[in-house]
């Protein structure tokens, strides 16, 4: 199990808790930032020794978040999923225990009654599913499963006209949700309940969107992949594999480090190492992530 890599956060009224599936891997920056080199890390101390290694690699983790609000129990991303066949073996024919670590973390797919796709890349949407005598259900049948619209549209144009290099994801884990009549599209601005809303944040894909959580007048926001790792605070401008419109992307980090800095707002990033949350400040210095409020 990896229960000893989950943690919780309260804000207000809401609990959000990290569900992992590969925790702290290790790889070089170019991964993520075709222009930049280790040395580029190190040129940020206070990335060590949690989101990078001496020698200047990242570290990151694939996860989703489970959050229990007064009214609502929500799965917000799914990752990567068992049983896959996907693009690059680490992720291929996983064998996690996600439902395990869900359970431990007081939760069973029946009380999940909504499921929230920050966008619909393969580690966003893995447990939208699993697979039952060989066929592909809904993990969380008595959930509504939330798409943007916008998102979804584009999803399905790419798979017509072969726009993408890796598709297996659209048949495994997001056309058996949508033919059992679970999906809902949603637009970008959609409040999911009085104390979670969604914030447009494009460019990494076109309908991306973060989650916003305010209640009893504390504030959160889950990044999704608006960015990956915590050196994207002092670089939000530079240019990132991953996304689909480096330009869009680029301007969206650089507006969201502009909002939350300084702000008071605990920020979690969806793919950031333990300890995956903490407060954006900034000073002469830069910009970092601190788990103590300045």
């Known amino acids: 199990m990896a229960i000893e890599h989950m943690r919780s956060w309260k804000i207000g ?9 590969v925790n702290a891997w290790e790889d070089d920056i170019t991964m993520l930032l075709p222009d930049a080199t280790p040395a580029t890390v190190q040129a940020y101390p206070w990335l060590l020794p949690h ?3 001496p020698d200047g690699k990242m570290l990151i983790s694939f996860q989703c978040f489970v ?20 693009e690059f073996p680490v992720f291929t024919n996983m064998q996690t225990s996600f439902l395990a670590d869900l359970a431990h973390a007081g939760f069973t797919p029946e009380s999940i009654d909504t499921v929230l ?12 599913t699993q697979l039952v005598n060989g066929k592909w259900v809904p993990t969380f049948p008595n959930a509504r499963y939330l798409f943007g619209r916008f998102e979804y549209e584009h999803w399905l144009m790419l798979e017509a006209t072969h726009g993408y290099h890796d598709l297996n994801h659209m048949g495994d884990s997001i056309r058996p949700v949508v033919d059992a009549g679970l999906v809902d599209l949603i637009e970008p601005e959609h409040r999911i309940c009085p104390e979670l809303s969604l914030l447009p944040t494009p460019g990494h894909t076109p309908g991306h969107v973060s989650i916003c959580i305010e209640s009893k007048g504390e504030k959160a926001i889950i990044t999704g992949d608006m960015m990956h790792h915590p050196i994207q605070l002092e670089r939000p401008g530079q240019l990132a594999r991953f996304d689909m419109d480096g330009k869009v992307a680029c301007n969206t980090r650089v507006s969201f480090v502009e909002r939350v800095a300084n702000s008071g707002t605990f920020v979690i990033g969806s793919h950031f190492n333990e300890p995956t949350g903490g407060y954006v400040v900034r000073d002469a210095h830069g910009c970092r992530l601190e788990q103590n409020q300045q």
Do not use: K, S
């Not at 009224?13 to 599936?21: G, L, S, Y």
């Not at 796709?117 to 939208?128: A, I, Y």
């Open 13 to 21: 009224d809401v609990e959000i808790t990290r569900i992992v599936e």
């Open 51 to 53: 989101y990078a290694t």
């Open 67 to 86: 959050m229990r609000t007064p009214t609502r129990q929500i799965m917000l991303d799914t990752c990567i999923g068992n049983d896959r066949q996907r």
């Open 117 to 128: 796709c920050t966008h619909l890349h393969f580690d966003h949407v893995g447990w939208n």
